[in-house]
Every structure is written in C-alpha cells, then in structure tokens.
C-alpha cells in the first residue's frame, strides 16, 4: 500500500509566501522553494520512516504552477526536490510524481492507497482512504498503533 503525501497545503507552506501567486503567474519558481513548513517536519519524518519500515511506500504526487512552460515546469520541478532534500532529507522516497495542475490525483491510486491533501476536489475524487492535511500526523500514527 502507498501513501500520497501532496505538497503545496499540505506539507509545504506555498500561499503563506508573501506574492506567492503574483510570482507564479510571472513564471518565477522561488514560492515552491521559499515556502516555511505547515507540519513538525522532524517529526513527520520520523512517521513517514516508521510507516516505510512497517511495509508502506511513502510517496509524493504533487502538481505543477496552473501557468506553465516546458522551461517553467523544469524550474517548478527542481524547486520543489530542493525543498524536499532540504526539509524531508531523511525520507526516501518510494515515487515522488510532479503532476500537470489539472491532473486527477486519483489516476495514481492504486485503489487502496491513503491521500493526504489539502484539496477538496482530490480528496473527493480519491478512492481509497483520503485525509485532509491536517489529520496527516494522527492518521500515520494510528497506521503504526494497528
């Protein structure tokens, strides 16, 4: 079983970064970098690795800026890895999966995947188990307590 962990809203504070969308718009990638944490990330860590351990695949699907280019999706890409090594650098990563702005989440569930999002289309859509973002650490904790 896999669990999807989406970023912006999720784990990574993107509309928390001052002109985040007026940056985007201009095709500049820094927000995906910049953005401040939304969880403990110490402590997500050590879930995600305890989780991994006890047989999930820990897994990142994550959409790209709604504005886009070919060049602008490569910046998003790398933007978005340098925030994960930075700040999840003890986690790896069974699949990580840079997704277009309008792709269906779903269409990566293997059908008893877990979700976690901040997104209501995505979790709406999903179906598996589908979490809201901020029941990630109490959920991932009661995957260890089963």
């Not at 970064?17 to 095709?27: A, Q, Y």
């Not at 886009?68 to 998003?76: K, M, N, R």
């Not at 979700?115 to 009661?142: N, Q, V």
């Amino acid at each position: 079983m896999r669990i999807w962990f989406d970023m912006d809203g999720t784990i990574a504070d993107l509309y928390g970064v001052n002109d985040w969308l007026e940056k985007l718009i201009n095709f500049d990638p820094t927000p995906y970098a910049e953005a401040k944490p939304l969880v403990n990330l110490s402590l997500l860590a050590r879930l995600m690795n305890r989780v991994q351990r006890n047989g999930f695949e820990i897994c990142i699907v994550t959409a790209l800026s709604k504005n886009s280019t070919v060049e602008y999706d490569e910046a998003v890409i790398k933007a978005k890895k340098m925030w994960l090594s930075r700040h999840l650098r003890s986690v790896q990563f069974d699949e990580i999966r840079f997704v277009p702005y309008w792709f269906i989440k779903n269409d990566v569930n293997s059908g008893e995947d877990i979700l976690f999002d901040d997104e209501a289309r995505h979790l709406e859509a999903w179906t598996g188990r589908a979490c809201p973002a901020d029941e990630m650490i109490e959920t991932l904790k009661s995957l260890l307590a089963a």
